[in-house]
């Protein structure tokens, strides 16, 4: 490597000291001034304005920015105050046209200032702490046109006058609203809340308030909603077009307050328009605008909920206890399910399917459809009704409409094991008279009903299915085995799985003689199939189909139960019977023998048989004999038995009876699995604990859990503790 040598740099101060004009700074601030005087003179065409930086750069460069600074701030000032007067003088309309006229030149002189004083807005400012030139030139705007003494109190009353005439219907210059308030804004955020939006939201609640007081006096609740709905619609259309964004919570909270809040109670009571006459009229319209009105205010939606369900659980009552209405338990069902839909539709059309009131109409529903103890048989009735008639010619998604409707009933109903009981001796017989409209719908409906209720609760109804699929198989078996029938009466046998069906007392009438035999071989060919069962016949449950000559030879092929067939037969040997002779060669039990009789003599168009004395009802000492002068248009005649459609007192003792019994053993066994999981266990949370499993079947009454547990007890499945009476204790 080269050795180099090094150079060594030397800076020295200037041999003669740079004197600086002593009227520099002064010389150079005239023509800073005079430039600034021009610019608000819109003079400013003729100026060099990179002449003019390059001055103002010396002047801070020489250590002159307060000169430059404070010559800004005076110079300003006095321009500002010439302004002031020139706004001031201006009258009338013309006076926010001045004012947004200055304050725009004010602007665009603002821009061209701080291009000239760049450099000592970037330099010297931030150093010594001072306003940057543009907000400088908004705080002299702001304290020395907008807080003058004259212009202050004039802008904010012209303001607020011009607001109002709008409000009154006037049409007024938006555009020019908007650039006095973004001014306002500009100036910073305290000058437009201080000088206009806070008296603008006094003088609109007063405004609101004698309005509101005025529109209550004069409209009902549904045109006064309009009306608060229309005003409040303006508020916001006009913060969109002229005010700051952030002030639309506020005026319409002001609003809400005045119109809406001051009068909740009166609107939602009043008379002949409030929000019961709304729910009775299905004014979707109104109720939907005092949804969307009333939850803007806090507890506005709560008082119409406590309104709406106060009046439905009102109507529920008067509808389940009026006993007009329970005479017909199909038109009772129905008139629920309308009650239902109407309120559905209302929660879906008005309320924005609001989940609370979803949930408070569920509510309702669940505590005035329980006051009626025969809710859950009528809701039977009606499926009965329905499965048996109601739905022919409807098609299949209609259909599953109805079905799901009822199941939205019936999910309200706490005794839903009632039901059940009911339900199964509907079934029963329309599966056994073969008047069910279609198999797919009650299927369905058992679907529906496991899907609800478990397994368990549908366990016995598909069982009933099947021993009717079974049977026919049977039948099959039983006549190609017995090919001699043919000829004579035919027999057709439903076998049914005691467990699976309702059941019913075992009383065998005596059949006629050819019927007899024929059940005979059909017993033996079962029981040479089916080891180890039992049959026993249920002569009550059955239906017949015989054929009658008449007087002049009128045939008629009639569908009769077996009760009535047997009694028709009687008169093949016999042209008059007493009821006495009827009773003792039958053997049906009296009250069902007397409800065939008198449909058999007593019921017009029906009355195969004829009795003396005449009257309505049966007698003990009546006597019977063949109406010769039967005629009826139709070849086959269908003669039903007279039936009360709903139990009878002691029936339905009867059944209630049934009911609590089969509840017994699911207590216990409720009681059982939670002991049996948890070992030890305090009174009152066992109540609630079998309350809560056994809800999807029936509401578990407190004493008679209770009992349960005594029982349980007793059998030693638990103990109570030694040291607290109320504790229980499971014994494995």
């Known amino acids: ?94 006076f926010l046209e001045e004012l947004n006229r200055k304050w725009n030149d004010h602007n665009k002189a603002l821009q061209m200032i701080r291009d000239i ?8 400012i931030p150093n010594t702490h001072k306003t940057p030139v543009h907000e400088l030139g908004l705080s002299l705007w702001r304290d020395n046109i907008i807080h003058s003494g004259k212009i202050q109190s004039r802008l904010l009353s012209t303001l607020l006058e011009l607001v109002h005439r709008e409000r009154t219907g006037e049409v007024i210059d938006r555009g020019l609203m908007r650039n006095i308030v973004k001014m306002l804004m500009d100036l910073g955020s305290s000058v437009y809340q201080e000088d206009f939006e806070k008296p603008f939201l006094e003088v609109s609640a007063e405004f609101y308030r004698r309005e509101s007081q005025k529109f209550i006096e004069c409209y009902d609740c549904g045109d006064y909603l309009k009306k608060a709905e229309i005003r409040l619609n303006e508020e916001i259309e006009r913060v969109t077009h002229y005010l700051d964004a952030k002030s639309e919570g506020k005026i319409t909270h002001v609003v809400e307050k005045e119109m809406i809040a001051n009068h909740m ?44 369900t106060s009046h439905l659980r009102e109507t529920g009552k008067q509808l389940v206890t009026d006993a007009e209405r329970l005479k017909d338990p199909v038109e009772y069902v129905q008139r629920l399910l309308d009650e239902k839909e109407k309120y559905d539709g209302i929660i879906s059309l008005a309320f924005s399917n609001d989940k609370t009131f979803q949930n408070a109409l569920n509510s309702s529903f669940e505590y005035f459809i329980n006051l009626n103890s025969r809710s859950p048989e009528f809701i039977s009735l009606f499926v009965d009704d329905k499965l048996r008639k109601g739905l022919k010619g409807v098609s299949e998604e209609d259909v599953e409409i109805i079905l799901d409707k009822v199941m939205m009933i019936f999910c309200y109903l706490q005794e839903k094991d009632v039901f059940e009981k009911y339900y199964k001796q509907h079934l ?38 099947t021993d009717m699929k079974t049977s026919q198989d049977t039948m099959q078996g039983f006549c190609s085995s017995h090919p001699e029938l043919t000829d004579g009466p035919t ?103 007397k409800r065939c009789l008198q449909s058999m003599a007593c019921v017009k168009g029906k009355n195969v048989l004829r009795k003396e004395p005449m009257s309505k009802d049966i007698g003990e000492d009546d006597s019977f004999f063949v109406n010769e002068k039967f005629a009826s248009k139709f070849y086959k005649v269908k003669v039903g038995t007279v039936v009360a459609q709903k139990e009878s007192e002691p029936e339905k003792q009867e059944t209630r009876q049934r009911v609590e019994e089969d509840r017994k053993p699911q207590i216990e066994a409720a009681v059982v699995r939670i002991m049996k999981s948890r070992k030890v266990l305090d009174h009152n949370n066992i109540i609630a604990e079998v309350t809560k499993q056994l809800q999807s079947r029936f509401l578990a009454n407190p004493t008679e859990i209770k009992k349960r547990i005594e029982s349980l007890i007793e059998r030693e499945f638990l103990e109570r503790d030694n040291s607290d009476r109320k504790m229980y204790r499971y014994l494995a």
């Open 1 to 94: 490597m080269s050795n180099q040598k090094k150079k060594i740099f030397q800076i020295e101060a200037f041999k003669n000291r740079v004197v600086v004009d002593p009227k520099y700074a002064e010389k150079t601030w005239k023509i800073l001034e005079h430039a600034i005087h021009e610019i608000y003179n819109h003079n400013a065409s003729g100026l060099s304005f990179e002449e003019l930086y390059r001055n103002a750069y010396n002047m801070v460069l020489h250590k002159f920015g307060e000169k430059l600074y404070s010559g800004l701030v005076t110079t300003m000032t006095a321009h500002l105050k010439e302004i002031s007067k020139s706004i001031e003088a201006a009258q009338g309309d013309l």
């Open 117 to 124: 004083l760049m450099y000592m807005d970037r330099t010297y």
């Open 265 to 308: 109670m009166r609107l939602v009571h009043m008379e002949n328009s409030g929000l019961v006459n709304m729910l009775l009229n299905d004014k979707h319209g109104d109720l939907g605008r005092m949804y969307n009105l009333f939850r803007r205010v806090p507890n506005g939606l709560a008082m119409i909920r406590d309104v709406m």
């Open 428 to 465: 029963a017989k329309r599966l056994l008279s073969g008047k069910t409209v279609s198999d797919d719908a009650e299927r369905s409906l058992i679907v529906k009903l496991k899907t609800a209720c478990g397994y368990q609760y549908t366990s016995k109804l598909e069982g009933m299915f």
């Open 491 to 593: 027999l057709v046998v439903q076998v049914l799985t005691t467990g699976s069906w309702p059941t019913q007392p075992s009383i065998t009438c005596h059949l006629p003689f050819e019927m007899s035999a024929l059940c005979e071989k059909f017993r033996s060919y079962y029981l040479g199939i089916h080891t180890g069962r039992r049959l026993s016949w249920q002569t009550n449950m059955g239906t017949a189909d015989i054929k009658a000559i008449f007087g002049k030879g009128q045939k008629h092929e009639l569908n009769v139960s077996t009760y009535q067939m047997c009694i028709l037969m009687l008169f093949n040997n016999a042209d008059r019977l007493s009821y006495k002779e009827i009773e003792q060669v039958t053997a049906i039990p009296a009250s069902d023998l």
